[in-house]
């Protein structure tokens, strides 16, 4: 190696006296706004991109900044103007002067914004493909699907090394509540220009397990602006509304919207927000069924104890009637045994002649007949102590039966299960109304508790 070298900053001195020399002090340079940044000084700081014909091919890239002083003029003159803010997507004629420094590189210094150029290919794009799709009917048949209150077979479209997958799993694995997610991963790529046909293929394969799934979980990190496009693609959006599974997006931070949220049944801004979002649906469904357990138990006690008070009632009622009737038939028996006598004196003495005709057969016809009664009685003796022993017994099989009922409706049973019990103050949370930040909540298991603070309240938003 003979050659002379020099070294990078020489290299750099080298490049900035070029620059310096050839006076690039002011050009208007049209270029799109790929993504835009204030720090907390005021300063703005974009990535300006040129694309081929086509539209998605990066030509040229470069950064620059405005500072703070000249930026809050430019950017009240150009929303002024026209009408919005100066933002990510945008085309724009900007003043630009070029400066090089030997350690942070090539920048580009912007003085003035012409406000009439003002509609980049990005912004123009995605209105094209909103467009296209509400024309052709299909823009909000994802969003008319019906979201599963239990959302727990879940296909994810991600990056396997995304950390916002690795976040999305975590989250789902390690809820508070015990609560099972089934998941499996359809491994797509998530930026660049292989990323729209990756996605695409991901949803076909999802596609032929559709029966399994209850929904489909599209999650991706965030990112800048132009790592993004491939989300506001026609045919990932085209899939995506016509797909037979609710999909779920979280593929962006708080500023970004891309038109797969738009068209996807419900989107969310990062992957925890995802799994956030899913954890607490199930959750408040375990909720439902713990106050559907809880009442089905007061309701069993109440039952039971009106049977016993009916039981009660009964014995308190029936022994004296039956002593009453049994009284009855005692006195009707002794009149008739009192009154046969002076009955057959009088026929007797009315006609004597018959009397000795018919005497033994009066004196058998007694006899039968005070037999029968006798054992009319016994029968009734009998009955009487056989009645009540059955319905104590029938009343004794329905009060087990509604004891079991409350046996498998105990809420210890339930905890057996691996449920749950809330409690506050004594009393146990039935929905998230009840509790405020900062309350003391103690949680039951089957084999202890615990007591928490509560740090944070958030309700759910009802989805139509």
Request: glycine share 6%; with cysteine.
């Amino acid at each position: 190696m003979g050659q002379e070298a020099i070294t990078l900053l020489q290299l750099n001195q080298k490049i900035k006296g070029i620059i310096d020399d050839a006076m690039l002090t002011s050009f208007w340079v049209k270029a799109e706004i790929g993504e835009l940044r204030v720090n907390r000084n005021g300063h703005c700081y974009l990535d300006l991109v040129e694309k081929d014909e086509g539209g998605d091919l990066l030509v040229a890239r470069a950064r620059a900044m405005i500072w703070a002083h000249n930026f809050r003029m430019l950017k009240a003159y150009f929303q002024s103007t026209t009408g919005q803010p100066l933002t990510n997507g945008l085309k724009v004629l900007v003043k630009v002067s070029v400066q090089f420094q030997e350690v942070y590189g090539l920048s580009l210094i912007i003085s003035d914004i012409d406000p009439s150029y003002t509609m980049g290919d990005l912004a123009r794009k995605r209105r094209e493909v909103l467009d296209r799709l509400a024309q052709e009917g299909v823009i909000d048949m994802n969003k008319e699907l019906e979201l599963p209150m239990v959302v727990q077979k879940i296909a994810i479209i991600s990056s396997p090394t995304a950390a916002g997958y690795g976040d999305f799993v975590h989250q789902l694995n390690n809820n508070p509540y015990g609560i099972k997610f089934y998941y499996h991963l359809f491994p797509a790529v998530m930026q660049g220009d292989k990323a729209e046909g990756s996605i695409v293929e991901a949803l076909e394969k999802i596609f032929n397990y559709s029966s399994f799934f209850d929904a489909v979980v599209m999650i991706r990190g965030g990112g800048a602006t132009i790592d993004l496009l491939c989300f506001d693609s026609y045919w990932v959006a085209y899939h995506i509304a016509q797909f037979p599974l609710p999909v779920i997006t979280g593929i962006g931070h708080e500023r970004d919207e891309s038109v797969a949220d738009m068209v996807a049944n419900t989107m969310l801004k990062t992957p925890t927000a995802v799994a956030a979002f899913l954890i607490e649906r199930a959750a408040s469904f375990l909720q439902m069924v713990d106050e559907m357990a809880f009442r089905m138990t007061e309701v069993a006690r109440e039952k039971i104890q009106k049977e016993k008070r009916t039981i009660e009632n009964l014995s308190r009622v029936y022994v004296p009637t039956v002593k009453t009737s049994l009284q009855r038939r005692r006195s009707r028996l002794d009149l008739l045994v009192g009154r046969l006598p002076g009955t057959a004196s009088q026929r007797l003495g009315n006609a004597g002649y018959v009397l000795k005709h018919y005497e033994e057969r009066m004196v058998m016809a007694s006899r039968h007949r005070i037999s029968g009664g006798k054992q009319l009685l016994r029968q009734y003796r009998l009955s009487l102590n056989r009645l009540p022993i059955r319905i104590l017994n029938s009343c004794r099989q329905k009060l087990d039966y509604l004891e079991q009922a409350k046996k498998s409706n105990d809420p210890a049973r339930l905890l057996k299960r691996g449920y749950s019990l809330t409690y506050l103050d004594g009393k146990l949370v039935k929905n998230i109304s009840m509790l405020n930040e900062g309350d003391q909540i103690t949680t039951r298991f089957i084999d202890g508790e615990m007591r928490a603070t509560v740090e944070n309240v958030r309700k759910l938003k009802k989805r139509g």
